[in-house]
């Protein structure tokens, strides 16, 4: 540990009082008013009159800041409504918008305390609370289940930043491509690639990272991502990704498995960029000794591919368009065998990155989604090759008008430990 | 970072062949039957015959390992069965008890196939999964929607430890009481709280944690646990929790927000003790310079409702009599307000642990639960005392027919770091 780096002084003994407050919406009225309008078209689509938000990803999306309780959106009326658990600190600046609760069976009569009509057929959000959840809140609406589901509608306003969100998106890339650049000097002889992992985590979290690493869905886990080298890439994982790994146990079979890094072998790291409740995607393949050819090869291809696809990421193309191309390239190069995966195949070759890390678009074959601007789309094609090992390079992209612009600015060449 | 940490030698550069097939049970015949034949009897007793398990910690419990897929299992007919999306590389001991699946659409049909009638009214884990999913996998059973719920029989049951899982937990505990044990040596003066979390994070991995802190429900987000002093912890957080903290940010607002650590204040230490599958809970706390005679007091007076509850432990006790006399202690000390929090007061004075931090029994006061030999509970009296910050311990313990034996066996006074 460098001496000298907590270099603050002891001033006043004195303990700070906690805050009085804490302002509910951080977006500010603007900024919440262009990711609700983006919803309410949504809601319009589907004639979707209002919706109860409650997962914290999305209750993150639309305040800015993550609360145990719900937010009610009606694209008519007035709103949006804060019913918060907790904590008990937060302030909305009308204080008729916002109502601390104890229960959601309280929520109806807030509403209509207030003059709010709610539906009787309110949206929940149903592929991202539990069956349960979703029963409990149909009944505090008088409704006797769920029927709408206001999840699809949200995952698509999301899959389009707007500024501010890319803002924080650009400021995870730079943090996320410090921490990267500084891998070569945390590699020490004789590391395993979980020894090489931890060094990697604790300095992401020095810079900043907030560990946590928000999935959709509730069927992955992993913890702040993966290191992997030599056979153990090849080893299939519970989930769709082109890379496996054994893992340290078999209650979280993915990742670095205590594998020796050897000389010759790529170290393929990919770990966690949530440095600011937005993350980017990066992989970058590190090695000591030397690096085969065949190895620094298929790198380039994956890099070139990345470079491909980014310049083809114009507004209103295809996604799956962008997939055929990166089969097409990997074919070409004679490396379909080794592509997205060996021994298991990843189904997609980028998806959309953002508060969570499996966010839209998907570019993956069957992919129906049409790239649009303000999308911020991770492309990974890697490769894994028996013998070599995980193979590529994987970047965050911005898309604009002109293509993507990539915001993970490490160099994509294989980087030297030694 | 101590030289010599990383000996291992580089010997064949080949490298090892990834693994041909991994056992889907690692449980073991017996281990898995015991297990079982817990959730059958809660099966039987809601008279429930069929139901369809695919939560991560519910695999886990069934099988000893977390695999993408679905295990049916049936009260009274032969199983369990394994339906495995993802890895391919799954094998069972009898073939005719697993299947490789695309999508739960194709259970049915294998059940059929083999003779299986599944029941026309299968149980799904309605706590656990979402809305979405569960109508999926009941219409996959020709059901219009779910309604039975096999979530709170498994919670149930898991709340009852095996001996091997016991065996789990008692490890974990080992390895979590070696970390704190080097506390002192990880500090360094002018560390915030976040700069001694991040490297007492570091040790924890190094020493073999698994980084992952699984928490029942869609609710609760936490990294790898909480490092508070000062005023932090009496900032309310999202969570039910006694300790608050702002964190680092608002879209994690739990936790070290970057507080200097000062002389003479209490520094509560509260990390992921999952090194097993299976995590035991710990709290101790940690100064420089001078700790004043009220923290140490309160401090002694946590440790003591600790020694207290677990004595009362015995099997068949309510658990909402321990929280009673919890708050007993507290108000004949005149710490009843800043008894689980000042500001904010979490509901319950302990909790089950085990492969997820927040399982049955609940130590709370409208809990029904009774505790039962072979729970293991975490019992965290703790207080937040304005001007001092946050103080107590916490303890993990399993419970046997003399009450609580203590498996987090750190020293419960306050340590110096100087």
């Given at each position: 540990m460098?001496?000298?780096?907590?270099n603050?002084?002891?001033?006043s003994?004195?303990m700070k009082?906690p805050?009085?407050?804490?302002?509910?919406?951080?977006?500010?009225?603007?900024e919440?008013r262009?990711?609700?309008?983006?919803?309410?078209d949504?809601?319009d689509h589907?004639d979707?009159d209002?919706?109860?938000?409650?997962?914290?990803?999305n209750?993150y999306?639309?305040?800015g800041?993550?609360?145990?309780?719900?937010?009610?959106?009606?694209?008519r009326?007035p709103?949006?409504?804060?019913f918060v658990?907790?904590?008990?600190?937060?302030?909305?600046?009308r204080?008729?918008?916002?109502?601390?609760?104890r229960?959601?069976?309280?929520?109806?009569g807030?509403?209509?305390?207030?003059?709010?009509?709610?539906?009787a057929?309110i949206?929940?959000?149903?592929?991202n609370?539990?069956?349960?959840?979703?029963?409990?809140?149909?009944?505090?609406?008088g409704?006797?289940?769920?029927?709408?589901?206001?999840s699809?509608?949200?995952?698509?306003?999301?899959?389009v930043?707007t500024?501010?969100?890319?803002?924080k998106l650009i400021?995870s890339?730079?943090?996320?491509?410090y921490?990267?650049?500084?891998i070569?000097?945390l590699?020490?002889?004789?590391?395993r690639?979980?020894?090489?992992?931890?060094?990697?985590?604790?300095?992401?979290?020095?810079?900043?990272?907030?560990?946590?690493?928000?999935i959709?869905?509730?069927?992955m886990?992993?913890?702040?991502?993966?290191?992997l080298?030599?056979?153990?890439?090849?080893?299939?994982?519970?989930y769709?990704?082109?890379?496996?790994?054994l893992?340290l146990?078999?209650s979280?079979?993915v990742g670095?498995?205590?594998?020796?890094?050897?000389?010759?072998?790529?170290?393929m790291?990919?770990v966690?960029?949530?440095?600011?409740?937005y993350?980017?995607?990066?992989t970058?393949?590190?090695y000591?000794?030397?690096?085969?050819?065949?190895?620094?090869?298929?790198?380039?291809l994956?890099?070139?591919?990345c470079?491909?696809?980014a310049?083809?990421?114009?507004?209103?193309?295809?996604?799956?368009?962008?997939?055929?191309k990166?089969?097409?390239?990997a074919?070409?190069?004679?490396m379909?065998?080794?592509f997205?995966?060996?021994r298991?195949h990843?189904?997609?070759?980028?998806h959309g990155?953002g508060?969570e890390?499996?966010?839209l678009?998907?570019?993956?074959?069957?992919?129906?989604d049409?790239?649009?601007?303000?999308?911020?789309?991770?492309?990974?094609p890697k490769?894994?090759?028996p013998?070599?090992?995980?193979?590529?390079?994987?970047?965050t992209?911005i898309?604009?008008?002109?293509?993507g612009?990539?915001?993970?600015?490490?160099?994509e060449?294989?980087?030297?430990?030694d």
């Amino acid at each position: 540990m460098p001496t000298g780096r907590y270099n603050q002084k002891h001033q006043s003994k004195k303990m700070k009082e906690p805050q009085d407050y804490l302002q509910i919406n951080l977006l500010g009225a603007d900024e919440q008013r262009r990711r609700l309008s983006r919803i309410y078209d949504g809601m319009d689509h589907y004639d979707i009159d209002c919706a109860l938000i409650r997962d914290n990803a999305n209750i993150y999306y639309l305040t800015g800041r993550v609360f145990r309780g719900y937010i009610y959106i009606d694209r008519r009326g007035p709103g949006p409504f804060y019913f918060v658990r907790q904590p008990s600190t937060l302030r909305a600046d009308r204080m008729d918008t916002m109502f601390h609760i104890r229960k959601p069976e309280e929520i109806r009569g807030h509403l209509d305390k207030i003059g709010v009509r709610s539906s009787a057929n309110i949206a929940l959000e149903l592929d991202n609370i539990s069956s349960s959840a979703a029963t409990r809140l149909a009944g505090a609406f008088g409704m006797t289940a769920p029927s709408l589901n206001i999840s699809p509608i949200l995952r698509q306003a999301r899959a389009v930043k707007t500024p501010a969100e890319q803002d924080k998106l650009i400021r995870s890339g730079q943090k996320h491509t410090y921490v990267y650049s500084r891998i070569p000097h945390l590699y020490q002889e004789g590391m395993r690639d979980i020894d090489l992992q931890i060094e990697i985590e604790r300095l992401s979290r020095q810079e900043g990272c907030l560990g946590l690493f928000r999935i959709a869905g509730d069927e992955m886990e992993l913890f702040m991502g993966n290191v992997l080298t030599g056979h153990n890439a090849d080893e299939p994982s519970p989930y769709d990704f082109a890379m496996g790994g054994l893992g340290l146990d078999p209650s979280l079979p993915v990742g670095a498995d205590g594998t020796l890094i050897k000389p010759g072998w790529p170290v393929m790291v990919d770990v966690n960029g949530n440095y600011t409740g937005y993350m980017t995607d990066m992989t970058r393949m590190y090695y000591i000794g030397e690096l085969s050819d065949e190895a620094r090869r298929a790198c380039s291809l994956s890099a070139e591919i990345c470079r491909t696809l980014a310049s083809m990421m114009l507004p209103g193309t295809k996604a799956c368009d962008l997939y055929t191309k990166a089969t097409e390239m990997a074919a070409e190069a004679g490396m379909t065998e080794y592509f997205m995966g060996h021994r298991s195949h990843a189904g997609f070759v980028g998806h959309g990155v953002g508060i969570e890390v499996n966010e839209l678009p998907v570019i993956a074959p069957r992919s129906r989604d049409i790239i649009s601007s303000g999308n911020v789309i991770a492309l990974e094609p890697k490769f894994v090759i028996p013998g070599i090992g995980p193979v590529g390079i994987e970047n965050t992209y911005i898309v604009g008008s002109d293509g993507g612009r990539c915001i993970t600015t490490a160099p994509e060449e294989p980087v030297s430990m030694d």
